[in-house]
């Protein structure tokens, strides 16, 4: 069984074999490892390192110098890439190409990225000419100094990256409080920073929960600066009800209810395939998920069976297996969650297209938490799968004849996360695109990012925007300069 420590000022902690708690592998429900859980203690040893690295070697780095350091950190996770996959596969159980294609290289590439982007920034200046006088004004950033990462369980490695990285590239420090499901990748990295040659302290990991826990800790040290959540919409409001206290920035990427629109002049299969993968990748748990698909009325029938069927094929199994496509639910606690709704929309009128229950799997699997991908048609409007979000495999298909009716509905929920609009028709793309009230609209694409573009929720589906030089706003202070000419 592996034992996973925490990372503090650029050594691993002494595991105590008496402040652990155990992780259980989704696939089979076996036991896999025990974390070493951070008292109070230890989270305060990791916010001042944080803070002391501040001031060190860390801050007198040249900005190439720092991007170079970036760099090498994504090399490192390029040369450990089996290592980082086959973490990531034990936490979360999700199928190994889904990894190496798209989560672990997107952490890498998070470092690549923005190690490119700061090597290259503007500031803006202005001159200011008055009857009294001429000034001339200009910006500097700083940063912002101890950054708290709160990362969620879905997606860990891509979604923790995508915060370290552009802290790191505007001279920040972290520490990061990774899911206390999915520790793997987060404690990992430390041994990939140490090699690049990155500060002691300028990455600190800590393992624990939320209340009362590593995660509440964490948010409630005055020494905490900034504080980026990636996670559900009621610990965003607990964890800014901590950042009141000393007024602390919060940047939230939160939960979402999201819709498809799939328009009768959209091209069929590819419109099955993008919805397929928006309800159905990483066995549904992601924030960008689809839940809602509105389709066409003269396309509905024919959209419906394509989809159930392609759901059909999904090939459950482990995810070290190359032909396994479709992996279990994160935990048997979500199971039950997702069942729970699975139950309440048959009680409340749904019919169930495909799934809707727990497949039959073989011995060796049958612990794990495993559920069918599912599809429901018929939801009378007030229904639960309708309006909360499920994070699993599943999505209600309604028939729609008229645009304006149906981009209400898509905009009947307190979410406002993402969307995606289906159709051939130019103008008709461009009209929902400007209706739907979310943070970002894929037409005729799911989840086809482009990180120097705004990535963030509308309505309670988050607070500021990241990607690109959006990050730069949060992750730095803005310092005006005048003077007086
Ligand atoms: P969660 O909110 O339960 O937990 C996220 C993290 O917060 C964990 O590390 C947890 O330990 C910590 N935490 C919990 N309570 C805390 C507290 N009071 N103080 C400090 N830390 C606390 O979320 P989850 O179940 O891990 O992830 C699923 C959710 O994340 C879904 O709602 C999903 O939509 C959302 N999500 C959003 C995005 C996005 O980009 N908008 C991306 C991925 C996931």
């Known amino acids: 069984m592996d034992t996973l420590s925490n990372f503090i000022g650029g050594r691993y902690v002494p595991f105590d074999p008496d402040a652990t708690y155990p992780i259980v592998s989704p696939v089979d429900g076996a036991f896999t ?130 915060k370290v990285a552009p802290a790191l590239a505007c001279g920040n420090t972290v520490v990061v409080k990774p899911s206390e499901q999915t520790p793997r990748t987060a404690t990992l990295l430390g041994e990939v920073m140490r090699a690049a040659g990155v500060p002691d302290g300028v990455y600190n990991v800590i393992h624990g929960f939320g209340p009362g826990s590593a995660g509440a800790f964490l948010t409630s040290h005055p020494r905490v600066d900034a504080i980026t959540f990636t996670g559900e919409t009621t610990t965003g409001t607990a964890i800014m009800k901590a950042a009141a206290e000393g007024v602390r920035d919060v940047s939230f990427e939160l939960g979402g209810k999201n819709s498809a629109v799939v328009c009768a002049d959209a091209d069929l299969d590819k419109a099955v395939e993008g919805v397929f993968r928006s309800a159905f990748l990483n066995t549904g748990q992601v924030c960008l998920g689809t839940e809602k698909v509105f389709v066409e009325r003269p396309i509905f029938e024919a959209f419906r069976d394509k989809l159930a069927a392609r759901v059909q094929q999904v090939r459950y199994g482990r995810p070290t297996e190359r032909d396994t496509t479709y992996g279990p639910l994160i935990s048997q606690e979500h199971r039950d969650k997702v069942l729970s709704y699975y139950a309440q929309a048959v009680a409340q009128g749904a019919t169930v297209v495909t799934g809707g229950g727990v497949p039959d799997m073989p011995a060796d699997l049958a612990g794990g938490s495993w559920i069918q991908p599912t599809i429901w048609t018929g939801a009378p409007p007030d229904a639960a799968i309708l309006h909360e979000e499920i994070f699993g495999p599943c999505c209600h298909l309604a028939p729609f004849d008229d645009d304006d009716a149906v981009v209400r509905l898509v905009n009947a929920t307190p979410y406002g996360l993402a969307a995606s609009v289906w159709t051939q028709s130019l103008s008709r793309a461009h009209r929902f695109a400007a209706a739907i009230d979310v943070g970002v609209v894929w037409i005729n694409s799911w989840f086809l990012r482009d990180l120097r573009t705004a990535f963030g929720g509308a309505k309670q589906s988050g607070i500021g925007r990241e990607g690109g030089v959006h990050s730069l706003e949060f992750y730095t202070e803005t310092k005006n300069v005048c003077v007086q000419l």
């Open 33 to 162: 490892a025990r974390v070493h859980e951070a008292d109070e203690a230890l989270v305060d040893e990791a916010v001042m390192a944080a803070h002391r690295a501040l001031t060190g070697p860390w801050r007198d780095l040249t900005q190439p110098q720092r991007s170079d350091l970036l760099n090498a950190v994504a090399a490192g996770i390029s040369e450990r890439f089996d290592d980082f996959v086959e973490a990531e596969m034990a936490d979360t159980g999700q199928p190994r190409h889904v990894m190496e294609k798209a989560f672990v290289p997107r952490g890498a590439a998070n470092f690549e990225f923005f190690a490119d982007l700061v090597k290259n920034l503007p500031t803006e200046t202005f001159e200011l000419r008055t009857s009294h006088g001429d000034a001339l004004n200009y910006a500097l950033r700083r940063p912002k100094g101890v950054i708290g990462v709160i990362c969620p369980w879905n997606a860990p490695f891509l979604l923790m990256t995508w």
